[in-house]
C-alpha cells in the first residue's frame, strides 16, 4: 500500500475539519488540513515553505477557494490534486498566485448547478492551459456533497495506485 499524505484546504467560507477531513482521516496515512486564511498574505508563502522543507504531499484537495490555491501551489512541484469547484476565476479577494510550469494530474469535480463558480468558464481554462486533468461534471451546486468527494477520491487514489 502506498503511503498518502494527503492535504486539504477548505474554502473561503468553510470551516477547518467536517466530514471531507474526518474521511480523508479514515484512509489517508496523514492529512494536512489547516485553518485557511484567505485574507492573510503570507499563507501562500508558508504554504510554499512547508512543502520545501517537509517534502510534498502525494495528493493537495482543495475546494473553491481552496481549490484555486491548491492548484497554484502543486504547479510548482507536479503534485497531484482533486480540485472541488476551484476559485480559478471569479475571486472575490486574491487575484493571482504565482503559478509554477510543473502541473501534476488533476481531477477535477464541478457542479453544474453551482451559482459561485461558473462550472463551464473553469472547464474553458482548464482546456486552454493544456495541463492533464480529468473532469467530472456532477449534478450538485457549489458544495460538493460527501458521496461525491469520496467517489473522486477514491478513484484517483486507485488510478494513482494501479
Known amino acids: 500500500i502506498k503511503v498518502m499524505k494527503v492535504w486539504y484546504?477548505?474554502?473561503?467560507?468553510?470551516?477547518?475539519?467536517?466530514?471531507?477531513?474526518?474521511?480523508?482521516?479514515?484512509?489517508?496515512?496523514?492529512?494536512?488540513?489547516p485553518e485557511m486564511?484567505?485574507?492573510?498574505?503570507?499563507?501562500f508563502g508558508e504554504l510554499f515553505r512547508k512543502i520545501t522543507k517537509e517534502g510534498s504531499p502525494d495528493l493537495i484537495i482543495g475546494s473553491s477557494m481552496g481549490g484555486f490555491f491548491a492548484d497554484a501551489l502543486a504547479s510548482h512541484f507536479g503534485?497531484?490534486?482533486?480540485?472541488l469547484n476551484p476559485a480559478l476565476h471569479s475571486r472575490p479577494i486574491i487575484s493571482k498566485l504565482p503559478y509554477g510550469n510543473k502541473f501534476g494530474?488533476?481531477?477535477?469535480?464541478?457542479g453544474s448547478e453551482d451559482k459561485v463558480i461558473d462550472p463551464?468558464?473553469?472547464?474553458m481554462?482548464?482546456?486552454d492551459r493544456g495541463s492533464d486533468f480529468k473532469l467530472d461534471l456532477g449534478s450538485h451546486g457549489h458544495r460538493?456533497?460527501?458521496?461525491?468527494?469520496?467517489d473522486i477520491y477514491n478513484e484517483t487514489v486507485t488510478d494513482e495506485t494501479s
Open 9 to 33: 484546504f477548505h474554502g473561503l467560507e468553510s470551516k477547518v475539519g467536517g466530514p471531507k477531513v474526518d474521511f480523508l482521516r479514515e484512509v489517508a496515512t496523514e492529512v494536512y488540513a
Open 37 to 43: 486564511d484567505y485574507t492573510r498574505h503570507k499563507l
Open 79 to 83: 503534485i497531484n490534486t482533486i480540485l
Open 105 to 110: 494530474f488533476s481531477n477535477v469535480c464541478l
Open 120 to 123: 463551464y468558464k473553469t472547464i
Open 125 to 127: 481554462m482548464l482546456q
Open 144 to 150: 460538493t456533497p460527501l458521496n461525491v468527494f469520496k
